[in-house]
């Protein structure tokens, strides 16, 4: 499979160029930045790190979709949206790795799904996937007399908060207690906010140094308390888990799919 990265000098991306360099029956199609990046004219490989591999960095994501058979792509929601109807355009297929992204731009994937084989996770960690099924099954066994808090910490140059995996943990247990996590979800406290609301599901987010990421689900009742956690020493993993994605959609119907698919966890 001819494997194309969108975000190549980035920094996962230059994790997934490693990871395709190490998995045999892959070779790199090529790379992209925009237009204003060092990066544009180098080798894909050698720009970052690795011995020459024969392909370029671009600025033509077109282009890109064209020339592989399936693109990864760790960037920012809205260059994102774009790739995603460049999939639908070329048929090419996507993995999606970025973190941010908001009701419309899942709504934008779902329609291009029609038309390309897309796989979307807020965290590729095949060991995150496992904790989001053990979220959903706590939650829905536990019950309300549990409050659930999701604490979650990554390094100081993250933008968005809380990160994508935590609201993916709090999707869960709102799945597994039966309710909208747009209902439940406290985002931030600050000052006298008054008694906890019932039911709520509680976000906080740390930031500072390099941590790769470190997430943890705590169910709290009377006289005990259940946390469940995951912690990433390497953001490796994440490149690790869109790879294996990527070699997954060979030969797949076009449609929406998550690492749990991938997984075989459903």
Excluded at 76 to 91: F, I, N, S
Excluded at 178 to 185: E, F, I, S, T
Aim: proline letters at 3%.
């Amino acid at each position: 499979m001819k494997v194309g990265i969108v975000g190549c000098a980035g920094r996962m991306g230059r994790m997934v160029i490693a990871e395709v360099l190490a998995t045999p029956g892959l070779s790199l199609a090529g790379g992209s930045e925009q237009p204003i990046s060092a990066s544009v004219g180098q080798d894909v490989a050698a720009q970052a790190g690795f011995d020459p591999a024969g392909v370029f960095v671009g600025d033509d994501a077109a282009a890109l979709f064209k020339a592989a058979d399936v693109v990864v792509d760790f960037t920012q929601p809205a260059a994102t949206l774009g790739h995603a109807r460049l999939a639908a355009k070329t048929g090419t297929a996507l993995v999606i790795g970025t973190t941010g992204l908001e009701r419309k731009h899942l709504d934008a994937l779902k329609k291009a799904s029609k038309k390309a084989v897309i796989v979307q996770a807020a965290n590729m960690s095949a060991a995150v996937n496992l904790l989001l099924g053990l979220t959903e099954q706590a939650a829905a066994a536990l019950g309300p007399d549990f409050d659930i808090e999701i604490v979650e910490m990554h390094h100081r140059m993250k933008v968005d908060a809380p990160s994508g995996t935590a609201l993916a943990l709090g999707e869960a247990a709102a799945k597994g207690r039966k309710v909208r996590l747009a209902d439940a979800a406290e985002r931030g406290r600050d000052g006298i906010t008054g008694a906890r609301r019932p039911g709520a599901i509680g976000f906080a987010a740390l930031r500072g140094g390099d941590v790769a990421g470190t997430h943890t689900v705590i169910f709290a009742g009377t006289g005990e308390r259940l946390e469940l956690g995951h912690v990433a020493t390497t953001r490796q993993v994440f490149a690790k888990g869109a790879v294996r994605a990527a070699q997954w959609t060979k030969g797949r119907k076009p449609g929406l799919y998550s690492m749990r698919d991938v997984l075989g966890m459903k």
